[in-house]
């Protein structure tokens, strides 16, 4: 009996000293910390990247110069609607022959409004953010401002557009139009509009429209009938980048080409913005080299 009781000592003991070296081994192999990766380089002249969910900045380039924004202004054109208090997303907006002049007078990128037609505010929105209808934000600026002229009115939304932009603490961002085509002091950075579009983001609203990429809306003419509009989003990234929840893009001949992107992927959002790149091309494909370097950092 004793025998067989010290043999299962010796047993346990075996037992202990193996699991004791194995335990010693574990801790002087601690596993090699992966590299930090490599931050990229992108052609556009200015860039800011930051983790939505920290504010952390991931990726800055001139990030705080004043530039040209082109159309996302247009962020802020849906921002101070969407804030408005007691806003009704399906009051319904006639469409004013002032906003197809207004198109046709500066050349600018068209949600096709029909004179006449009843639009709901929630359709001018997707007007406004997908095709980037300049004639959707002037409609908005008209119905949101205050004032008994529609220079008033407009006036007074872009004194909101300030107003917000101040308030959010944006210091290098100034607006002086509705849409983007500006007088020479509309002007914002990458690091604000980033800012910028991260707050809009928290509505649910923006959220669900910047993200579509396509839509077909049914809106009232003028005679009551009905007619459907189809509007398509300019975000290339939509599609082609897995994750992409927006958020807008923006050209013109003194801003270039301006993209202010946004992508889910397992929980994370990584947010950013291009601004002045040299192409629709370029802008799309530092915008993807910038979010899969903010995922991975």
Known sequence: MKTRIKGV???SATAVTAAGAVLMTGA???PAQAAAPKAPAITAPGGFVMNNGTG???FTKAADARRSIGSTTKIMTAQVVLTQKKLN???KVTVDKAYSDYIVAKTASSARLIVGDKVTVRQLLYGLM????C?????LADKFGTGSTRA???????GQMNTSAKNLGLKNTHFDSFDGIGNGANYSTPRDLTKLASSALKNPTFRTVVQTKATKQKVTTKSGGYRYMSWTNTNNLLGSYQGTIGVKTGSGPEAKYCLVFAATRNGKTVIGTVLASSSAANRTADAKKLLDYGFKA
């Open 9 to 11: 000592r010796r047993l």
């Open 28 to 30: 002087f192999a601690a």
């Open 56 to 58: 952390k900045a991931l």
């Open 89 to 91: 997303l399906d009051t």
């Open 130 to 133: 997908l095709p980037s209808g």
């Open 135 to 139: 004639d959707a934000a002037y409609a």
């Open 152 to 158: 008033a009115r407009v006036k007074s939304f872009i």
